[in-house]
């Protein structure tokens, strides 16, 4: 079955950097999109980077371009999300998770993802 594993979160101060791993196993992941998302305390899950299925594209939400890097290495099964400056306002849960659909682009809508980590807590200190 589907398996997505999460780790690399943990507590850093803000301005600091962050690399989220997310193994995954089950399926033909360089056949997948995959996505990056959070939920943070009392908001809405949001999808804050996605990668196609052969790492050539890769897309962000406006509050963190510039700032974090999704990356993938389909030999390792592996998607990764680098994140570099730091604030607060990333403090949240992080989840790594799988397009509904064999290379498609599934956008920033999480209804068009299937498959979901467990997830990492992310906490920024001030």
């Known amino acids: 079955q589907v398996q997505l594993v999460e780790s690399g979160g943990g507590l850093v101060q803000a301005g600091g950097s962050l690399r989220l791993s997310c193994a995954a196993s089950g399926f033909t992941f360089s056949n997948y999109a995959m996505g990056w998302f959070r939920r943070a305390p009392g908001q809405e899950r949001e999808c804050v980077a996605y990668?196609?299925?052969?790492?050539?594209?890769?897309y962000y939400v406006d509050s963190v371009k510039g700032r974090f890097t999704i990356s993938r290495d389909n030999a390792k099964n592996t998607v990764y999300l680098q994140m570099n400056s730091l604030n607060p306002e990333d403090t949240a849960v992080y989840f790594c998770?799988?397009?509904?659909?064999?290379?498609?682009?599934?956008?920033?809508?999480?209804?068009?993802?299937?498959?979901w980590g467990q997830g990492t807590q992310v906490t920024v200190s001030t």
């Open positions: 990668i196609s299925w052969s790492g050539s594209s890769t």
């Open positions: 998770a799988t397009a509904r659909r064999v290379a498609w682009l599934p956008g920033f809508n999480p209804n068009e993802y299937d498959h």
